[in-house]
Each structure stands twice: as structure tokens, then as C-alpha cells.
């Protein structure tokens, strides 16, 4: 009996002592980082394939993916925060970004490109006291889609592809109204049109909070001043979401605001149950190009509507080092690895990411590479309405440089409810919660 | 006058010993997985820290001032959740009761209608949800098709505040068929004999319900009332569903729990959610401690004891 436990403790520890030392001799070669992710295992399987590629152009660093469910992403990661456990590198929430870094939890990128290197474009860094803490992995923008077929039998100019003719906030409103019918066909200009039984909507657009913003940057306020301050309640701001309000309650043209819970803007296409919809360029390659292959879906895309500026909001999810990793170099030489276009392809050329390296918006042959293929609308379209739309008229959404914008939306939504059902205004909304609004841009 | 105690016998002393034994693990679990977070819970509400601070900072009870005095969402969040809980619990026992009655009786295809029933309690929720979203919807929604065809308004059912609370109520009534399986195994404990005497006696169904069904039935409508809210003042998946983070949330829809996750969660502060879900907890406790106390002599036991 005694024999055998000998052999067992031998035979252990020479296992422990072989492991140690292989690690050992491993480690030497190769460092091994994480990166987290959210997606599911169709992009894991591409990012993967990515991998791959990038682990056959040096054999120094070895990717692992840790995958990550999108619903629960800054919270698991918060818990391996707690735990001392978090990956080298990951993708991270628009709205996190500067709560990390303000703690210190972020790596400083701002030497990660060289001199002279390709950039990503300067609207897509995440800044914290003046410095870069990370880089949008991918362009997005918001853009006007519509169902092309409706506007063709309905005999209406579709909305204009170029930002140069893109329509004032009235003529949007009185095409929106053209575009509106009820049960028996009346448009919304109609005197026999019934408010009540509404079949298809001229416009509606997707109640994700944040995408509010560009209303008021729009009519040339602002949620927010350039160091971050709350600025919503000064009047073009207010004015400019009074007017999203009243597209329902006034002129009958949009469900009232928030309202499509169930579906998605090419459900809401295809069943035709609005013309237009406002969302971001993200839609193209999640909704609309799928349904364009499966369901015949003619969608066209246009420039958004203005009130006193043509601008759009740009945004993207952004790919971050932690500043708890034992490999920094490392960690940030596969970020700019990956940031390069045609390691993403998969995703920029499905229409789901924009590329974030101003060559791709300024060279035509690139543009072109990119652009033209079957999931997206024309070249010629796409080209002005999405492509020189993002370079020229994009300005960053406020969680690019304003912390708590996620306290601060929550507040802001709920605040504003009974301003969608018109049982207040906007602004008597606003002015009466000021403080609160101001108070969560304090993280209170 | 002296109590003389009587000494146990050698075999009542091993059995508790046994007992003791048996109950260790018992202890251990509720010990650190109940108690022990629930103090740790407590301790956490008393400082700042979010989980990417470097070190908690003791603030005592300020987490709790923020809450009672300075949070916008806290006494929404108390009245929707109490709200809801109340028409929940109220709903789902009166509805899972008469469906259980119905059941009870000797129908035909009596296993597929209990099958039936049961049903919405087995369905995931998030198709649930959707599929109710989808009716209730304001403008393409049946329910309000049906609402026309009768000549009324349309209703708002999940964006209109007069509405919210008692539309979701009615999902949560709808899949309480966990209930009605209860309630069906209590009914069959009611003794024939006492119904049968008050047939020949001439009662009345509602005679007969009120003095024999309800009295033998009441500590499973109790049991029943408990578990329901319980169940009900922890709802969050609606929130989830309908309002999640970032998209646009009408205040119906911070539900407590819901509030508590976005706190702690979405927002990164786990010391402050720490706070809410102990005033949560306490709540709850309340609730359970009134349900107790106010049951005590509406219970009816055929053994006589209580």
C-alpha cells in the first residue's frame, strides 16, 4: 500500500515538474492574450478564421477568443474585473468606454500608430483627459432608408442620396405626411384620412435612445458642450425632439416614439408598414441585406432630414486594451492588426461595419471594393448617402468624450415618456428635471 | 411549582444526535449561500465602489439617503413593482382557482385541457413576450384591431402609463399555470363526503364552495398567494424584453430587480445596487411577515392544528 503511494506521489510530481517547465519553455516562444467579444458563433467562426490568418503571419502572440453574450457584456466583464480576471484586449460598449478609462481600467493607445501610419479617421477615437483610450473597430452612421416600390406608386420624389439636397425638417414632414395611409388609402394631407387606423407609417425610427442625439445636433444644439457639460435644456436642443414628438401627435406621420417593440426596420420594410426609417448603417448588413436576398426587399438609403445643419451621428463599437494586462505590446500590436480593414472584411463587406481608415471613404478604387456587391443599394447611392455622408457631415456621438452617458440616457427616457403620449412637452419635460439630468452626467 | 425534567432515553438522544448530523449540510448551504451574501449584500450598501475601482471607500448609510431622498427612479420602481404585484397575485390566484374548479370536474378530454392549460407556464418567456408585444401592439396589434371593430380608441397597451402595469399583469396571469397544477392536487384532498352531505341537504354550488371548498382549500391559496409574490415582486423579464438598456424605457417598466440589474450591471455600480436589493429585500420580508400575520385566522386545518 505504501509502495503504491510513493509511486503516486513520484509519478505527481514529476507531472507538476514536466508541466512547469514546458510552460516554461512555451512561455519563452509565445505569449498567449485574450480577446473578448460579443457575437454570436457564426462571427466567433469568422473571427476565428481571422485569427488564424493573423497567427500564420507571425508565430510571437496566440489570440484566444473569449466569447461573450452581447446582453450581459460590461457586466460579465465588471465580475472578472472583481475577480482579477479580465482578457488582454476585447471589444467594449460605446457607453462603458469612458467610465473604464476614467478608473484607470484602460491602456493609454495613443502610441499604438506611429508617425505617418494610417489612421483610423480622428472621429472614431474614444478620447479620456485629452488622450486616445481606444478606436472604434468599425464606422457606423445613421441613414434614412425606404421602401423604393412605395415611393415609385406612390408617385413621391424617395428621399435625396446626397447631403448637398438632403430635405429641410417641412418638406420631410409633408413627404412623411404624403407617404402616410389609413385603412381605406387616404394619405395624411387627405381631409377624409383617419388618424386612427393607420395601415403604413411615413416614417419611423428605431427607439434606441441614443440615436435622439442627432435631432438636436441637427437643429444646432447639443446634449452636451464640448468639455462634456448638459446643454439639453437650452432651446434648439428641446425644440428638435418636440418636433420627433409631434411627427406623431401632430401631423400623424410616425408611431409615437418607442413604440415598435417587436420588430426590426426590415420587418417593418417588408411588411410595409412604413416607407422610411431612420437607423443606423448597421442595418444594412444585419436587416435589410438579407431581407434584400430573402424577401425581394427594394430598400433604398438616403441622407437624413435636416433642421439647421446636415449632419449625421457616427458611432462604433470600440476595441480596447485593459490595463491589467501582464502583455501590453502585445495586446495592442493585435488591435492594430485587426483594426485593418481586410481583416475584417467579412464583416464590412456583409454591410454590418463601415471601414474606420479614411482611404476607404476617399479613394475611389477602394470605395468601390467595398461597396459593390449584392447586399448593398447601387453604388451611386450608397456611394453619396452613406460613404461621403460619413466623411463629410458625421459628427461623433457624446460618449466619444461625455462620461455617463448611460445614467444620463436612462434619466433622460424617462423623463421624456410622457412627452411621446403629448401629456406634456418636451420641454416643460427638460426644464422640470434639469437637475436630475445634470446629476447623472455626475454619475449620480 | 418544580418542573421535573424527564431524562430522554438513550434512543431519543442518538435520533437528535442523527437529526443534528443530517441537518449539517443543510446549515452549511444556507449559511454561505444565503446568509452570509445577504451580510455581505448589507456590508457592501455601506460603501462607493463600482467593480472596477481599485478599493471600496466607506460611506456609510449615503447609498440609502441617495436612495430615499435623491433617486429618480426609486419610488416609481417601489409603486410599479408593488402595483404589479398586487394585480399579479390577485389575478393569477382568482384565474388559476376557477380554471382548477373547471378542471376538477368530470369533463371530456379533461388531461388535454389541464395540458393546455399548462402550457403558457412551459413556453420561454421571451416568446412570451414577443408574441404579447405583438398583440398588444398599438397599431398593427389584433387586440386593438379588435378595439376598432367595436368602435373604441385604440389603446397603447405597453407604451401608455394608464396601461403598462395592468397589460403586463395579464401576461404574468396568463402563464400562471404552475398554479392551477396546485391547486387541481389541493382540490382533490377536499373531502367527497362533506360536498356529497351538502348535496342531499339541498346547498348551493356557491353555498358549498364558500363553507367547504374555500375552508379546506385556504392554506393552498395561502401557500399559493406566498409563492406568487414572491415570484411577482422579482419580475424583471418585461423590462428586459420590452425596455432593456439604452432603448427607450417608459418608468412602468423599472420594475425593481430591473433596477437593481441596470444599477449594478449596466452602470457599473455595485455598491448602490447593493442598497437597492437590500430595501428590496426588506420589502419582501414585510410583505411575507403582513401575509403571515393576516393569514393566521383565516386558515383552516382538518387537523385542527395551526
Known sequence: MKGIRNILALALAAVLLLSTLGLAAFANERVTITYSMWGDNEEVRVLQETIDKFEQEQDRIHVEIVQIDRADYVGTLNTRAVGNNLPDTGIMAEDAVLMWAEQGMLADVSNMYGEGEAKPLDSLAFTFDGKPVGYSVANEVLLLYYDRQAFVEAGVTPPPAKAEEAWDWDTFVDIAKQMTLDVNGNNAKSPDFDPNNIKRYGVMLCPDFWQLEVWSVSNGGAWYDAEGNVTIGEPAAMEALQRIADLYLVHHVAPQYGTNTATNVDQDLVNKSTAMYVNGQWSVGVWLGPAKNSDGLDYGVGVLPYMKDKVTLNTGGVNVAFATSKHPAEAMEWLKWYAREENAWGLIEGGIWMPVLSSYYTDEALTRKWVENPNFPPYDEYKTAVVDYAFNNAKPTSWYWVNNTNLFNDALSSILAPAWSGNTTVAEAITAHLDQLKAANQGN | MAVTRVKPSAMARHEARLAKIYLIPAFLGLTFLTYLPLLSVFVLSLFKWTAIMPKPLYIGFNNYI??????????????????????????????SLAVAMLLNRSIRGRGLFRAIFYVPYIIPAMAIYMIWGLLYNKDFGVINALLVQLGQPRAGFLIDSKYIIPSLALIAVWTSGNLIVIFLAGLGSVPRVYHEAAEIDGATFWKRFVH????????????????????????????????????????????????????????????????????FFVLIGLFTLVLFKGSKNILFYESGGN
Do not use: C, H
Open chain 2, 66 to 95: 441617495r436612495l430615499f431622498t435623491k433617486d429618480m427612479f426609486f419610488w416609481t420602481s417601489m409603486r410599479v413593482t408593488i402595483i404589479y404585484a398586487l394585480l399579479t397575485v390577485v389575478g393569477s390566484v382568482l384565474y
Open chain 2, 212 to 279: 367547504i371548498t374555500l375552508p379546506f382549500m385556504s392554506p393552498i391559496i395561502f401557500y399559493n398567494v406566498l409563492l406568487s409574490l414572491i415570484a411577482n415582486m422579482q419580475v424583471v423579464v418585461p423590462s428586459l424584453i420590452y425596455a432593456g438598456s439604452n432603448r427607450t424605457t417608459y418608468p412602468e417598466y423599472t420594475f425593481m430587480s430591473f433596477l437593481m440589474y441596470r444599477t449594478g450591471f449596466i452602470n457599473n455600480e455595485l455598491s448602490y445596487a447593493s442598497a437597492i436589493s437590500f430595501v
